[in-house]
Each structure stands twice: as structure tokens, then as C-alpha cells.
């Protein structure tokens, strides 16, 4: 298969998984083990027309928060974001520096793909529990100063174990302290957009050092990154449509069968 249609499939599957809660990181597993493997690089990279996407959508709701910000209603709001957001950045530095955080470049193929597939499968499984858990429970539109904590929290266990999904883990925490499907994702998908163009420069500015970035191919990354931030844009557009009045029960089920799968996978 010619590379370029290759990471013409990676884009699909990197825009429709990543603000999905089903894990953009399971996916891209499984897809390369028919497909040209990628560089932890190329797969940052792709995330931030994803990022992008997010602005697209969000662009009324974000013009308003910019406009408003005077307001104590929209500076509350904004705190939250930064605080989530600082967390984050505070939570995955350490695990760097501690060692906590493992690479895809450092871990044999098959380990990092049962990594993977544990995540996945085991957020599949907290899915269920906490939907079953909240069954005829209503939530709550406003996002606490807890659920703040506990989503910076999950950002960083998502940075650190890759397969957790950054968009499932932060809805999952925040759902299980009560808070609304809704309100949960808009949090979820405008705290992601300071995120990953944070990880994404980060990655670069590293990958610069060290002198890494002649080493990938930036012609098809780019096509990889565009497809990323169309594909991104249809199924934001279709989940904050979804969760108004659907659960989240059938993304626990779905994630339970690619850990599977994954794993199948790995023990051929």
C-alpha cells in the first residue's frame, strides 16, 4: 500500500477516535499492524489538526468566553480550564522527570500493545459501572471545583498510560462526581485544546533538540494531520449531539471489545 494512503487511514481513524471516548491510541495500534507503524512524533502531530477541529466547532462558545471574560460566570469558568490545565502540565512533567511516563519508542511492540489494550479494555469496563451506577440520576450543568481536580488528574493518568483516552478518562471523572453528559464533554473538548497543542509543542521543541524532526516525513504528516482535523470536526459535531440525549453505555461496550481485540492480536 503506498504511504500516502496510509496515513490517509491513520488521519480517519486519529479525527474520529481522538475526541471520541474510545482511545485515537487503541485504534492507531491496531491500524498499524496492517499499516506502516509511526514515530510517537507523527502521531502528536496529527492530534493537533484534531485540536483544531475542536476551535471550529466550539468557535461561537469560545468567542464568548473571550468576550465575556469580565464576567464572574465566564472568569469562573475560564479558572477552571486553567487550573485543570496547569494540573496537567504540573502531573505529566513529574511523571517525566520520575520516570512514569513510557514511550512508545521505549517498549517492545507487543508490550506497548497489551499496554494499550488494558487501557482500553478497562476503561471499557469503568464505562459500564459508572453509567449503571448514575442510571436515572440527573447531573449537574455546573463543573465543580472537584471536578476540576479529579479531570486535571485524569489528564495526567491519561498522558502517562496511553490507551486510557484523554476525552474518555476526563468525561469518565467527571461524570462519576455527577456532573452532566454535556457539560462533561464541553469541559472534556475545550480543556483538550490547550492540552494537546501543549503536548504537540512540546513534543516538537524535543524532538527538535534532539534533533529528530529530519527524520520524519512532513509531507505526509501534514496530508495525515489535515484528514485528522475534517475527520475531527464530523464527530464533534456528532457527539455533543449524541450525549444530549443518549449514555455513554455503548462506548463502554465498544472499547470492552477493541482491548479484546487488541489483545487477540497480540497473543497470535
Known sequence: MPDWIAVIILGIIEGVTEFLPVSSTGHLQLAERWLKPQSELFDIVVQCGAVLAVLVVF???????????????????????AVAFALTVGGVLAAEKFGLKIRKEDVAENAWAVRVAIATLLGGILFLVIEGWLRN?????????AAV??????????????????????????????????AATEFSFLLGVPTLLAAGGYKLFKAW??????????????????VAGVMAFLAVKWLLRYVQSHTFTVFGWY?????????????R
Not at 60 to 81: C, F, H, I, M, N
Not at 137 to 145: D, H, M
Not at 161 to 182: C, E, M, N
Not at 255 to 267: E, N, P, S
Open 59 to 81: 468557535q461561537k462558545r469560545v468567542r464568548g468566553l473571550l468576550q465575556e471574560w469580565k464576567s464572574p460566570e465566564t472568569r469562573d469558568y475560564l479558572a477552571k480550564l
Open 137 to 145: 440520576k440527573p447531573g449537574r450543568n455546573e463543573i465543580s471545583w
Open 149 to 182: 481536580i479529579v479531570v486535571g488528574v485524569a489528564q495526567i493518568i491519561a498522558a502517562t498510560y496511553s490507551g486510557s483516552s484523554r476525552s474518555g478518562t476526563t468525561i469518565l471523572f467527571a461524570l462519576a462526581l455527577g456532573v452532566a453528559r454535556p
Open 209 to 226: 533538540k534532539h534533533h529528530e524532526l529530519a527524520g520524519e516525513n512532513w509531507g505526509l504528516t501534514l496530508l495525515a494531520t489535515v
Open 255 to 267: 472499547r470492552i471489545g477493541l482491548g479484546i481485540l487488541i489483545l487477540a492480536f497480540c497473543w
